[in-house]
């Protein structure tokens, strides 16, 4: 069994920061690439940002220059720093892990979702 527990949303003002956290636990061999990803009310899920193994990112570009993903391998543990944020960041953020339990095959775990709400 792998879970996947976020931490860190909450309310801010227009322009503040927060940061979430996403440690996964459980059955794993080993992780391959981390993500987080968000859901706005009435729109689809959509990726923020994400990191491999050897720390190679990609951000959507609604988020570059704000925001920052990052990882600890040896914790499991996947970052997001939002910085200058903006009421239309508001969403519930989820993280996403490529996790291998047996010898071969990755497969994709979510987390429980962290509601961020941007407002004044």
């Known amino acids: 069994q792998v879970q996947l527990v976020e931490s860190g949303g909450g309310l801010v003002q227009p322009g503040g920061s927060l940061g979430l956290s996403c440690a996964a636990s459980g059955s794993i061999v080993s992780i391959g690439a981390m993500g987080w990803y968000r859901q706005a009310p009435g729109k689809q899920r959509e990726l923020v940002a994400t990191?491999?193994?050897?720390?190679?990112?990609k951000y959507a570009d609604s988020v570059k220059d704000r925001f920052t993903i990052s990882r600890d391998n040896a914790k499991n543990t996947v970052y997001l720093q939002m910085n200058s944020l903006k009421p239309e960041d508001t969403a519930v953020y989820y993280c996403n892990a490529a996790i291998r339990q047996g010898m071969f095959t990755y497969n994709d775990y979510w987390g429980q979702g962290t509601q961020v709400t941007v407002s004044s």
């Open positions: 990191i491999t193994v050897n720390r190679s990112t």
